[in-house]
């Protein structure tokens, strides 16, 4: 379980560095001709059960 803990907290940081990433990318491209914009799409993870 702990181990999940630290799973959700390294693809949150992940996921993160991703966005600033593309942020920073589409800032450096903002004059250039025929860029468009780019986007991180974010969603959710199936829930585990554990136990009976």
């Known amino acids: 379980m702990a181990s999940d803990l630290l799973n959700v907290g390294t693809q949150s940081v992940l996921t993160a560095q ?21 986007s991180v799409i974010q969603g959710t993870n199936a829930p585990r059960q554990y136990g009976g």
């Open 18 to 38: 991703r966005q600033l990433n593309t942020t920073g990318h589409n800032i450096s491209n903002v004059n250039t001709e025929g860029y468009s914009r780019q």
